[in-house]
């Protein structure tokens, strides 16, 4: 039993110091990841660096408004990522709506579709802010605490019901 927490304590570090993040750049906060990846922030020295595809994926970064269609790629491309994985929220836009929360065609709370481990505020959050987040989110995944993953494996049923309710029958398939 202790052997076993102990391994898990390791492997949980080696994947916290070792993170893929494929960017869905669907807003205007993605002009601050170019500084955050390179030589004045240097986003590589947490061990975070960037994949082009969802299956060698560890991290999703949502990085501001998704509109209901764009939503349903989003969710596509979680489904595909191996687990453990993570989900993180940047800007306000994806926390309540930011300036579009009363769009016709925007998504307000991302939470309600996506297991988020990690929020970044702001309109739209500096690199500073972004890298502080990525040390917060480290942290949980060394403690164990960022299971957004296994959360949306146990209440499946309540995901999918939120996801049918933004996209409508006509947006939805359940491939
Ligand atoms: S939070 Fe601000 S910067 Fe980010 S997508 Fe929304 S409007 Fe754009």
């Given at each position: 039993m202790y052997t076993k927490k102990l391994m898990?304590?390791?492997?949980?570090?080696?994947?916290g110091h070792s993170?893929?993040?494929?960017?869905?750049?669907?807003?205007?906060?993605a002009i601050e990841l170019p500084p955050t990846m390179t030589s004045r922030f240097d986003m590589e020295r947490l061990g975070i660096a960037p994949m082009a595809?969802?299956?060698?994926?560890?991290?999703?970064?949502?990085?501001?408004?998704?509109s209901a269609k764009?939503?349903?790629?989003?969710?596509?491309?979680?489904?595909?990522m191996q687990s453990p994985k993570w989900v993180v929220g940047f800007g306000s836009c994806t926390i309540n709506g930011?300036?579009?929360?009363d769009s016709y065609s925007t998504i307000n709370e991302l939470d309600?579709?996506?297991?988020?481990?990690?929020?970044?505020?702001?309109?739209?959050?500096?690199?500073?802010?972004?890298?502080?987040?990525?040390?917060?989110?480290?942290?949980?995944?060394e403690n164990g605490d960022a299971d957004g993953w296994k959360h949306y494996k146990q209440n499946?049923?309540?995901?999918k019901k939120n996801q049918k309710q933004a996209l409508g029958d006509s947006l939805y398939t359940t491939r």
């Open positions: 898990e304590k390791i492997k949980n570090i080696i994947r993170l893929f993040m494929l960017h869905y750049c669907t807003g205007c906060g595809t969802p299956r060698q994926a560890d991290i999703l970064l949502i990085t501001g408004y998704l764009t939503l349903r790629r989003v969710i596509y491309t979680y489904e595909q930011g300036i579009y929360y309600l579709y996506l297991p988020v481990d990690l929020y970044l505020a702001g309109c739209m959050p500096r690199p500073e802010a972004i890298i502080n987040g990525f040390e917060r989110l480290i942290e949980k995944i499946r049923e309540w995901y």
